[in-house]
């Protein structure tokens, strides 16, 4: 049985881009895109783990 965390993707689905971008454009003001996208690309990466991880969830759910 796969289990993971609700609150870990609570929390990641909370995420405000505006703070982010605001506390990273704070540190530098040298290429905020990358940075951006860089932001973007994990906040994808991580997405995409939740998602293999409901679907392994209802497989498990679906054998019982």
């Given at each position: 049985?796969?289990?993971?965390s609700?609150?870990?993707?609570e ?5 405000n ?7 990273v ?16 690309f994990?906040?994808n ?20």
């Amino acid at each position: 049985v796969v289990r993971y965390s609700s609150t870990a993707l609570e929390r990641s689905s909370r995420l405000n881009i505006r703070e982010t971008f605001r506390s990273v454009s704070k540190k530098t003001s040298a290429a905020p895109n990358l940075y951006l996208r860089h932001y973007f690309f994990l906040e994808n990466t991580v997405q995409h783990w939740y998602h293999i991880a409901e679907e392994l969830h209802d497989r498990a759910e679906e054998a019982r």
